[in-house]
């Protein structure tokens, strides 16, 4: 098809890297690519069906071009993907490190991808394994059973996730050589023949969203949360159960170097709803708690 272009002036700062990086999952994310330039390339699976979207910023004005069916959702969803239904200011910090923060990163905002199981998919199978171990996983099976994004997107090497019938037909004999457990393969198996009433969760408010997920077996409050962060941009969904974000929050709150789920709750409470937006901020402070004990061993990183 077509190629069709957008220009789109966002009226506010953005920063088109910091803002679209929750987006990719490692730096072979078969989905994503960041050229020298600064220029992102996205596959995705629209409702209007596979597209590649090309977003370029220049002085005050970003210039998008998309390719393939799903080009023209692809760019009417451009503003909320690059954070124009976000609020940022509702986030009002005390003088110190995190306001600092927050002055200088003026130009991140929240994405809102519009597409659940585009976000659902890689956060199952980050469920309690390293971060390596899920993002070989997420290469592995999209090179096996995606599909080439349509347009120039092809000889950049991307490719676009499965429809939810092609993830359904995944033999399990593949996932074992993805490295994917039959824990985590079968919550995929139940999220994709749920996938319409999943996808629904991108319109509603962020309680109904994250009760519609977690009604699924094997999707539990932190993998919700990961996706809704991507899929709806919701501002305060905190990711419950992560092995580091405790420690992070509690050190760069209250310089405790070892904190768990309640306590990271309780020092984040007075920021809600903006939660999430905050622990965001928390790597850019630089602030990072002390490293005790061992590595993590694989199959460890995560709960549900």
């Known amino acids: 098809m077509p190629e069709r272009t957008r220009h789109w002036r966002p009226g506010y700062p953005l920063d088109l890297a910091r803002t679209l990086f929750p987006l990719q999952h490692g730096a072979g994310d078969p989905t994503f690519r960041r050229t020298p330039d600064g220029t992102v390339w996205r596959s995705s699976r629209t409702p209007g069906g596979p597209g590649t979207l090309r977003i370029t910023a220049r002085p005050g004005e970003i210039e998008a071009t998309a390719w393939g069916p799903g080009g023209s959702w692809l760019l009417d969803q451009l503003p909320a993907l690059l954070g124009a239904h976000d609020d940022p200011d509702g986030l009002v910090l005390p003088p110190g490190p995190l306001r600092e923060a927050q002055r200088a990163c003026a130009g991140l905002r929240l994405t809102r991808s519009g597409l659940v199981l585009d976000s659902l998919l890689p956060a199952i199978l980050e469920q309690k394994v390293t971060t390596g171990e899920a993002r070989s996983a997420w290469r592995t099976l999209l090179h096996a059973y995606g599909t080439p994004a349509p347009g120039p997107g092809a000889e950049l090497g991307l490719r676009v996730v499965p429809t939810a019938r092609d993830w359904s037909l995944v033999p399990s004999w593949a996932w074992h050589r993805a490295g994917v457990d039959p824990k985590r393969s079968a919550t995929v198996a139940r999220a994709v023949r749920l996938a319409a009433r999943l996808e629904e969760a991108a319109t509603m408010s962020p309680a109904d969203a994250f009760a519609r997920l977690t009604t699924v077996p ?19 969904a905190v990711s419950v159960g992560d092995y580091h974000l405790p420690h992070t929050v509690g050190w760069a709150l209250a310089g405790r170097p070892r904190s768990d789920d309640a306590q990271m709750l309780a020092l984040l409470e007075p920021y809600r709803p903006h939660r999430h937006r905050l622990c965001r901020l928390l790597p850019l402070t630089g602030a990072r708690p002390p490293k005790y004990g061992p590595r993590l061993a694989p199959n460890d990183h995560r709960r549900r």
Do not use: C, H, M, P
């Open 218 to 236: 094997g999707i539990g409050i932190w993998t919700a949360a990961e996706t809704l962060q991507r899929s709806n941009g919701d501002a305060d």
